[in-house]
């Protein structure tokens, strides 16, 4: 199934090269997968696994790494930026997502 909300998710180059060395074991099916859950303190949370994905997902592959979208998650991350941050107080993955009315502290809870 091709990635019907690529190009509107944009993934940064740290993004990809973290989600390679994440995903380096030699399986090329491995890769990033992102959704969407009830829960935190905004009432939707983000929610990443590493491995395979799902036959639904949406597909998207950026010099080498494997990201994928849950179907049912991908209305709510179209436009979305994931990147990678490397800070003193931070790091790991970002999702900066346009469509969130609101976000809590933490950055992995939203309210679209």
């Not at 380096?24 to 939707?44: P, Q, V, Y």
């Not at 696994?49 to 998650?73: C, M, N, Q, R, W």
Request: aromatic content about 6%; charged content about 25%; proline content about 3%.
């Amino acid at each position: 199934m091709a990635l019907k909300c690529w190009p509107m998710i944009q993934l940064t180059d740290r993004a990809a090269r973290h989600i390679k060395k994440l995903t380096s074991s030699g399986d090329n099916s491995r890769g990033l997968r992102l959704f969407i859950e009830k829960g935190g303190c905004a009432g939707l949370s983000y929610g990443m696994t590493v491995g395979s994905s799902e036959p639904t997902d949406e597909k998207l592959e950026k010099d080498g790494a494997h990201l994928y979208v849950a179907a049912d998650s991908a209305h709510l991350l179209g436009e979305c930026t994931l990147d990678y941050e490397e800070e003193l107080t931070h790091t790991g993955f970002k999702i900066i997502n346009p469509k969130a009315k609101q976000t809590c502290g933490c950055g992995t809870s939203f309210e679209a």
